[in-house]
Antibody
Framework: EVQLVESGGGLVQPGGSLRLSCAASGFTFGSYWMSWVRQAPGKGLEWVAN????????YYVDSVKGRLTISRDNAKNSLYLQMNSLRAEDTAVYYC??????????????WGQGTMVTVSS | QSALTQPPSASGSPGQSVTISCTGTSSDVGGYNYVSWYQQHPGKAPKLMIYEVSKRPSGVPDRFSASKSGNTASLTVSGLQAEDEADYYCSSYAGSNTRVFGTGTKVTVL
């Protein structure tokens, strides 16, 4: 079964750090662009970052540049999001999502169940 | 990187049709044929319903159709069913390997 499973969410104080993980199974992980997409409570979806198949290219939404870092380990079939200098506005459910094809513009066809990050003192 | 604009809500009776718009700019929706649509039920992950403007993934009913004209994309759900009640989000490639989502539309089946 093709699957993405996120973990690592939790409660963190403003200015703190957290590392999210996404474990992939059922497909050749290294053949796809991967993304993180977040959803603040009661709000819409927001694309956060993506990473190329070999990890050589990474792109971010402006609001997280310099604070959040996407990475991957194809040998472990895993995607990561290192979150530093966290702010209250980073509070959200974080989903990992697979691009459906070889290109960065391909639609997100597989989603994880999400992991909740709460930034609060 | 501004969100695409969708109406907050739309509704229709069972069997009727509802159309949702998604308005962007020439830098996203209007500039590329890479618009996709996602359905999200409460507490669940989004599900891909349409990709590349008007293509349906395997398993998505043909009641779901979509199109694009200029900077505006549209999703139409025909023959509304109770299970179609959900939030719907459009998304577009926005150039420079980035993506943008719409503000979301809550569809209610009356």
């Amino acid at each position: 079964e093709v699957q993405l499973v996120e973990s690592g969410g939790g409660l963190v104080q403003p200015g703190g750090s957290l590392r999210l993980s996404c474990a992939a199974s059922g497909f050749t992980f290294g053949s796809y662009w991967m993304s993180w997409v977040r959803q603040a409570p009661g709000k819409g979806l927001e694309w956060v970052a993506n990473i190329k198949q070999d990890g050589s290219e990474k792109y971010y939404v402006d609001s997280v540049k310099g604070r959040l870092t996407i990475s991957r380990d194809n040998a472990k079939n895993s995607l990561y999001l290192q979150m530093n200098s966290l702010r209250a506005e980073d509070t959200a459910v974080y989903y990992c999502a697979r691009g459906s094809g070889w290109y960065p513009w391909d639609a997100f066809d597989i989603w994880g169940q999400g992991t909740m990050v709460t930034v609060s003192s | 990187q501004s969100a695409l604009t969708q109406p907050p809500s739309a509704s229709g009776s069972p069997g009727q049709s509802v159309t949702i718009s998604c308005t962007g700019t020439s830098s996203d929706v209007g500039g590329y044929n890479y618009v996709s649509w996602y359905q999200q039920h409460p507490g669940k992950a989004p599900k891909l319903m349409i990709y590349e403007v008007s293509k349906r993934p395997s398993g998505v009913p043909d009641r779901f159709s979509a199109s694009k004209s200029g900077n505006t994309a549209s999703l139409t759900v025909s023959g509304l069913q109770a299970e179609d009640e959900a939030d719907y989000y459009c998304s577009s490639y926005a150039g420079s390997n980035t993506r943008v989502f719409g503000t979301g539309t809550k569809v209610t089946v009356l």
